[in-house]
T-cell receptor, first 110, second 115 residues
Framework: GQNIDQPTEMTATEGAIVQINCTYQ??????LFWYQQHAGEAPTFLSY????GLEEKGRFSSFLSRSKGYSYLLLKELQMKDSASYLC???????????FGKGTRLSVIA | DAMVIQNPRYQVTQFGKPVTLSCSQT?????MYWYQQKSSQAPKLLFH???????NEADTPDNFQSRRPNTSFCFLDIRSPGLGDAAMYLC??????????????FGPGTRLTVT
């Protein structure tokens, strides 16, 4: 089976930096996606990594190490609106659907 | 704006009474997906269409069916809803990965309650 692990919950302070980790053991790999999901809403796409290294997009960055089966999402200058679940998802091959982790619920506190 | 639309946003049905959820998209994406998501759980893929080709996940119950009459529309039919089928149902679309990165675009979801 496919296994994608993320911490269940995290709490961080407004203005701080938080790193959300994701490890995966899957039968294939053709890209890793991060999605943000506010309570009761649909997931929205944040970032994509297919090669090793860091991808930066404004306050959000995502890192991938394929040899370690590891990714992280880095959120800088946290804002209250960043309180949400963050889903890590892996595409196994070609155009196959994504396999999602259970998500990390991030609470940003003042 | 181009988007993925789901109707209704909230659906209440009775135990055993068939229900249909709908999804439409203006993105002209060739792949459409249906996911079931229960509280604090990962979205669980039920099935997806690659163009007109239907792909059912092995563990999707027979109680769940789908139709895609054209590129823009996709329906989820639950023939005899049980209490365990209460969940958020998410529709998503994507383009072939060779065109862009193939990220999925999600609709707002339909929250199904079974009484």
């Amino acid at each position: 089976g496919q296994n994608i692990d993320q911490p269940t919950e995290m709490t961080a302070t407004e203005g701080a930096i938080v790193q959300i980790n994701c490890t995966y053991q899957t039968s294939g790999f053709n890209g890793l996606f991060w999605y943000q999901q506010h309570a009761g809403e649909a997931p929205t796409f944040l970032s994509y990594n297919v090669l090793d290294g860091l991808e930066e997009k404004g306050r959000f960055s995502s890192f991938l190490s394929r040899s370690k089966g590891y990714s992280y999402l880095l959120l800088k200058e946290l804002q209250m609106k960043d309180s949400a679940s963050y889903l890590c998802a892996v595409r196994l091959s070609g155009n196959t659907p994504l396999v999602f982790g259970k998500g990390t619920r991030l609470s940003v506190i003042a | 704006d181009a988007m993925v639309i789901q109707n209704p946003r909230y659906q209440v049905t009775q135990f055993g009474k068939p229900v249909t959820l709908s999804c439409s998209q203006t993105l002209n994406h060739n792949v459409m997906y249906w996911y079931q998501q229960k509280s604090s759980q990962a979205p669980k893929l039920l099935f997806h269409y690659y163009d007109k080709d239907f792909n059912n996940e092995a563990d999707t119950p027979d109680n769940f069916q789908s139709r895609r009459p054209n590129t823009s529309f996709c329906f989820l039919d639950i023939r005899s809803p049980g209490l365990g089928d209460a969940a958020m149902y998410l529709c998503a679309t994507s383009r072939d990965a060779p065109v862009g990165i193939g990220e999925q675009y999600f609709g707002p979801g339909t929250r199904l309650t079974v009484t």
